[in-house]
């Protein structure tokens, strides 16, 4: 084979892969709920398991206490572009809700707490920023990959689940909050 009809095999197989990835975009990129990945700790339906959180000022702060609202739980990293992508939808639905019973706790997997401290200096967030350097927080939720989000409902019942980002000032998200509250 020459090096000419080489360099055409590789051309094709780089154009023909790249129409193929960008005809079904919305395959590859449909963020990933319940049914692609189910998690046997948080049942829909189910009250979700205690958490012990520590906010950024070292304080801890327990689940319960936060009974009586609908409450999101995102777990996010300063260093998972689909968290920080998601980040202004959540700020703006929390803006949306935060009168009407809402509250979002937002818990860092960061390994060091000083890239959270840093991160927030660039960003400001309304909502509870919490740190869980040692996954402990996590491995309790079974958390398998970022951003992951679950939704209680007042009673502390999971509602809704997601894995990857979304936007949470629209869609199904968004309607899911509203309905709970």
């Not at 402990?136 to 689940?161: E, H, I, M, N, W």
Request: charged share 20%; glycine share 8%; proline share 7%.
């Amino acid at each position: 084979m020459n090096r000419q009809t080489f360099f055409l095999i590789v051309l094709f197989l780089v154009v023909g892969g790249a129409a193929y990835f960008y005809l079904n975009r919305e395959i590859i990129n449909k963020p990933k709920t319940e049914l692609d990945y189910p998690n046997p700790i948080l049942k829909v339906g189910g009250i979700a398991p205690p958490l012990n959180l520590q906010d950024i000022e070292g304080k801890i702060h327990h689940l319960e206490e936060y009974r009586g609202k609908v409450v999101l739980i995102n777990f996010w990293a300063t260093w998972c572009p689909p968290c920080l992508i998601e980040m202004p939808s959540l700020v703006s639905v929390y803006k949306q809700f935060k009168d009407k019973g809402f509250e979002i706790l937002a818990i860092n997997l960061d390994e060091n707490p000083k890239a959270v401290h840093e991160f927030l200096k660039s960003i400001e967030l309304p909502f509870k920023i919490f740190i869980d350097p040692q996954g402990t927080t996590a491995q309790s939720y079974l958390v398998y990959g970022l951003p992951y989000t679950v939704l209680l409902d007042r009673v502390g019942k999971v509602q809704f689940k997601v894995f990857g980002g979304h936007d949470w000032d629209r869609g199904e998200p968004f309607e899911k909050i509203k309905s709970l509250l």
